[in-house]
């Protein structure tokens, strides 16, 4: 079945650093990866998400590149602050797929 | 508009019972999906339902089951509980059915679920 790969699984940067999560994927009909932000006893909430046509997006200090070939994508958080502190997914869906495949997260810690 | 709700937020069980989650969708969201979250296996699929139909189904034993009422509003059940079904369980709500490349999934914040 699909698997997506997460790495780091933790992360420290010092605030105003830059933060980057990388993700790789199996399924080559996967055509959406949306990003996702968890912080304690609280769902996940969407942050970004790209469709497959277009290779980058990017929302103020957050962006995410994909490379079809290569099968993979990546988050970018720049001037990172202490409430950017929280567990990151990213995941894919297939096309037809009726859901989600996660990643295992990775755990950000900005350091004031 | 408000977001994806679930009751009860927490709740404890003993094993061999059987527990029952309430998951309401965001206004106009016709299609619900049911994940569980644990440490070691992270968010995994369970099950989807678009209107009143279960769409797809992730690999859980039988003991998982769901259903979806006329105003969009699910429930899943988890009968005969064993000490690993510990785990927070999430729905998410989103137009049409599925995650796919027209449409976005938007969690709830989960039920805690504890079996002693």
């Known amino acids: 079945g699909e698997n997506v790969e997460q790495h780091p699984s933790t992360l420290s940067v010092q605030e105003g650093d830059s933060a980057v999560i990388k993700c790789t994927y199996s399924?080559?009909?996967?055509?959406?990866f949306p990003w996702y932000k968890q912080e304690l006893g609280k769902g996940p909430q969407l942050i970004i998400d790209?469709?497959?046509?277009?290779g980058e997006k990017k929302d103020q200090r957050i962006a995410v590149t994909l490379n079809k070939t290569a099968k993979h994508f990546s988050l970018h958080i720049t001037e990172t602050q202490p409430e950017d502190s929280a567990v990151y997914f990213c995941?894919?869906?297939?096309?037809?797929?009726?859901?989600?495949?996660f990643g295992k997260g990775t755990k950000l810690s900005v350091i004031p | 508009k408000a977001g994806v709700t679930q009751t009860p937020r927490y709740l404890i069980k003993t094993r061999g019972q059987q527990v029952t989650l309430s998951c309401s969708p965001i206004s106009g969201h016709r299609s619900v999906s049911w994940y569980q979250q644990t440490p070691g296996q992270g968010l995994q699929f369970l099950f989807e339902?678009?209107?009143?139909?279960?769409?797809n189904k992730g690999n859980f034993p039988g003991r998982f089951s769901g259903r979806q009422f006329s105003n969009s509003r699910s429930e899943m059940n988890v009968s005969t509980l064993e000490l690993g079904d510990s785990a927070l369980y999430l729905c998410?709500?989103?137009?049409?059915?599925?995650?796919?490349?027209?449409?976005?999934?938007?969690f709830g914040p989960g039920t805690r679920l504890t079996v002693l």
């Open positions: 399924d080559s009909a996967s055509n959406y």
């Open positions: 998410a709500s989103s137009t049409t059915p599925g995650a796919s490349s027209t449409d976005t999934q938007y």
């Open positions: 339902y678009f209107s009143e139909t279960q769409r």
């Open positions: 790209i469709r497959s046509n277009v």
């Open positions: 995941a894919d869906s297939g096309a037809g797929s009726y859901q989600l495949t």
